[in-house]
């Protein structure tokens, strides 16, 4: 009996020794927090905005699991759900960014595109300005030159924009001056027509 004590009491210290040399995986958690950190400069809160959220509360449950096993006593501290945890968040991490390159090119693709349209509405408006007529509206007239020119101008914000990648503001920005385009063009059409209309009519009889 005394022989069975005496090999117990090693093997008892040997896992308290153990349970208290227990730590959490440092390198794992920082390679999870690095991972949700490099998603979220990549623009995930752009582009994958829900799919960021979820990464994000991933990586809270990651560190509430990391605060209730340090608050143990060494003894009862468990990290083997930490290390799934940060495991987990660091492969999620990467595939999230992954698929926010994928989704930036393909807004990159629709801002360039929008842009393309935005110029050529523009174009087609300077165009038209050409043709307006002048007689007793100039005033009217050279306003609407003034708008004409003001969203020429405004492209350049479509291409800074796009320089800076921020392809969502880039479509946003070419689809008001591809609106407002068509809205001033609409106008001189308009005033055009009216002209055309008075010269057709037949002069009254006094």
């Keep these: 009996m005394v022989q069975i004590k005496q090999l117990l009491v090693p093997v008892a210290l040997t896992a308290l020794i153990a349970a208290g040399c227990t730590k959490p995986p440092s390198e794992k958690i920082e390679a999870a927090e690095q991972a949700v950190k490099d998603a979220q400069q990549s623009g995930a ?10 990464l994000e509360g991933t990586l809270d449950a990651l560190k509430k699991e990391v605060s209730e096993q340090d608050g143990k006593f060494a003894l009862f501290r468990d990290y083997g759900k930490v290390e799934q945890l940060a495991a987990s968040t660091a492969a999620e991490g990467q595939r999230v960014k992954t698929e926010v390159a994928k989704k930036k090119e393909e807004a990159k693709a629709g801002a360039l595109q929008a842009q393309q349209v935005a110029q050529e509405a523009v174009a087609s408006t300077l165009k038209l300005v050409a043709r307006a007529p002048v007689g007793k509206d100039r005033a009217a007239v050279e306003g609407i030159k003034n708008d004409a020119e003001a969203l020429k101008a405004s492209l350049n914000q479509v291409q800074l924009a796009i ?44």
């Excluded at 809160?45 to 979820?54: D, I």
């Excluded at 920005?173 to 002209?195: F, G, H, Y």
């Design 45 to 54: 809160g752009t582009y994958t905005a829900e799919e960021y959220a979820k």
């Design 163 to 206: 320089d800076k990648e921020d392809y969502p503001a880039a479509q946003t920005q070419a689809k008001a001056i591809n609106d407002k385009s068509r809205a001033v063009s609409d106008e001189i059409e308009s005033a055009l027509a009216k002209i055309g209309k008075g010269k057709s009519s037949p002069s009254r009889k006094h």
